[in-house]
């Protein structure tokens, strides 16, 4: 076996160790955030380019293995943003690992009824807002206003 194919099983290995992880924090959620159409969308492209380089320019199976592997993980960070008993689990914008914020960290919450969002959060640690936009159903969003100290915002 060459070095880059067990440089690629290792990586795969890991990669699929961490959308394990994701897995597991979803099914431990009680709301799970809703995959919009576009994001589908965006997930489903993304699959298809990953697939396509480890065939184009991959020299052997493990690369187009790693690539498979990728989006599965692409996958699991995204549909795996939820409500949990511990907090609210998001993906910051920089980085595809899920973090979670407690409840006892939330300052406040935005939450638009009419789109159905969880909008943003104000955390009682950071300076800043921090922007999600995560899709849920009525119910998680009923949820989260008795958690939280909640601003109800409507899109125009």
Known sequence: ????SVLAIVISILVGLL????FKIRMDCQYS????PPLKLALLLSLAILVWVGLSFGSSVW???LALICGIYLYS???DRGIHDKGIYYLPGRSLWLR???WESIQSIEIDLKQGQLVSFESKD???TLTVRQAYSTQ???SLQEKAPTKIVSST
């Open 1 to 4: 076996m060459q070095a880059r």
């Open 19 to 22: 959308a394990a992880r994701n």
């Open 33 to 36: 955030a809703k995959l919009t």
């Open 63 to 65: 690369d187009v293995w």
């Open 77 to 79: 960070a995204y549909s």
């Open 100 to 102: 979670c914020i407690p």
């Open 126 to 128: 950071r300076p800043y």
């Open 140 to 142: 998680a969003l009923e």
